[in-house]
């Protein structure tokens, strides 16, 4: 729960790992990221599916608590990599976030889900899912984090009435999950304090050219 589990630390949701792996979760095959002026939300749209998507919905108080975890587990790859050398811990990262830009690909956006019909008939059924409580689009409250032996970060987004989903992801493809989610956070205004330098992989004024390179 990011109210509580992770304002104590990864610690608790790790020992934890085993008992909501063990629960069934859609799997996120593929996200789109968009911030929205109007709501002033960051939405993710994950595809379960080809025929099956989800839209997430996420507020800057929930972020602002979930992405330094993530932010610490990376530096936790590249610390162990650079052998507890802080300066060699942070080349890696400024080298990692570098290479995780050039392998971007351009896809297709991940469709949102379609709303109902404001003409259609009210569902009056017991157990029937209203508009109003719909099980692919939700305002996402509640996040689970679990990492793997193999390096994998897991996020378990829960839903207040149904199953959640999960978005697995290797170190790469989640450096390339921030890349877009902070070039996005800037824009919208967000507090950007929570970033550090390395993941800024936009060119810097003092960059210079390398000669003999065109």
């Not at 802080?86 to 971007?104: H, N, S, T, V």
């Amino acid at each position: 729960m990011i109210s509580s589990r992770l304002a104590r630390g990864l610690n608790l949701l790790l020992a934890a790992n085993q008992v909501f792996m063990s629960k069934s979760f859609d799997k996120l095959q593929r996200i789109t990221s968009i911030y929205s002026d109007v709501e002033d939300r960051f939405r993710i749209t994950g595809e379960v599916s080809a025929e099956s998507t989800r839209c997430l919905w996420f507020t800057q108080r929930l972020l602002l608590r979930l992405v330094p975890h993530i932010l610490d587990w990376l530096n936790e790859i590249a610390r162990a990599e650079g052998k507890g050398d802080l300066g060699q811990a942070e080349l890696m990262q400024d080298f990692a976030q570098q290479a995780a830009k050039a392998r971007l690909e351009p896809q297709a956006a991940v469709p949102v889900p379609a709303m109902p019909s404001p003409n259609a008939a009210i569902e009056t059924t017991p157990g029937s899912v209203t508009a109003g409580q719909r099980e692919d689009i939700w305002l996402v409250k509640e996040v689970d984090i679990s990492k793997s032996t193999n390096g994998i970060l897991t996020l378990t987004f829960k839903h207040e009435s149904a199953n959640g989903v999960q978005l697995a992801m290797a170190p790469i493809e989640l450096r390339q999950w921030l890349i877009i989610l902070h070039s996005q956070w800037l824009q919208a205004g967000w507090p950007a304090a929570i970033w550090p330098e390395w993941v800024d992989t936009s060119p810097k004024e003092n960059d210079q050219p390398v000669k003999g390179l065109h």
